[in-house]
């Protein structure tokens, strides 16, 4: 089965700086990459997802890539805020729809 | 409020007893998804329900566990005859499943199970 391994598990950056969260899918099926953001006591929030017909996608401060060849993708956080501290969870779909996630990032952005 | 809906937010029970998670998908979604989070840990997929249909059961335990997503009413992800491996935080999540494969699925806040 699908397999997603995502680091660092956790990150420190000043306000300001831009953070990379590295995600790597061991199934060449999965087409669906989301992003999920989670804060303390609260469920995993959709912040962006990117289809594998797409190599590229940015809203805003966030940016996503996709390397269908290597099998890996990445979160951009650039102008990192104090309030982007939280959990950030990488995850892989395919036909089957469920979701496979990555453990998870603990991002710290200190003002 | 439109989003998913979980109750109860938090549910004490000791050994033995049974629990009850219930889920409301967001307005006009038809599909339900339950997944499982252990601290410090991703969320592992559980269960995916369409109305008064199972989808996918292949991560749930094929014991004590059960889900349903009736006609009329929430999802309910059932565990019988608790034991201290079930504490953990459930989350359900729903999508319209209109379209392509994969539609964003939009998780609510979670019920935090403890278990004496």
């Known amino acids: 089965g699908e397999n997603v391994e995502q680091h660092p598990s956790t990150l420190s950056v000043q306000e300001g700086d831009s953070a990379v969260i590295k995600c790597t899918y061991s199934?060449?099926?999965?087409?669906?990459f989301p992003w999920y953001k989670q804060e303390l006591g609260k469920g995993p929030q959709l912040i962006i997802d990117?289809?594998?017909?797409?190599g590229e996608k940015k809203d805003q401060r966030i940016a996503v890539t996709l390397n269908k060849t290597a099998k890996h993708f990445s979160l951009h956080i650039t102008e990192t805020q104090p309030e982007d501290s939280a959990v950030y969870f990488c995850a892989a779909g395919g036909g089957s729809e469920k979701l496979v996630f990555g453990k998870g990032t603990k991002l710290t952005v200190n003002p | 409020n439109a989003g998913v809906m979980q109750n109860p937010r938090h549910l004490v029970r000791r050994r033995g007893q049974e629990a009850r998670l219930r889920c409301s998908p967001m307005?006009?979604?038809?599909?339900v998804y339950w997944y499982r989070q252990l601290p410090e840990e991703g969320l592992k997929f559980m269960v995916y329900l369409q109305k008064e249909n199972i989808i996918d059961e292949s991560g749930m335990p094929k014991e004590r566990f059960s889900a349903e997503f009736p006609k009329e009413g929430p999802s309910i992800l059932r565990i019988q005859q608790v034991v201290r491996g079930d504490s953990a935080a459930y989350f359900c999540?729903?999508?319209?499943?209109?379209?392509?494969?994969?539609?964003?699925?939009?998780f609510g806040d979670g019920t935090r199970l403890s278990i004496l």
């Open positions: 990117i289809r594998s017909n797409v």
């Open positions: 999540a729903s999508s319209s499943g209109q379209g392509s494969s994969n539609q964003p699925q939009h």
């Open positions: 307005k006009g979604h038809s599909h």
């Open positions: 199934d060449s099926a999965s087409n669906y």
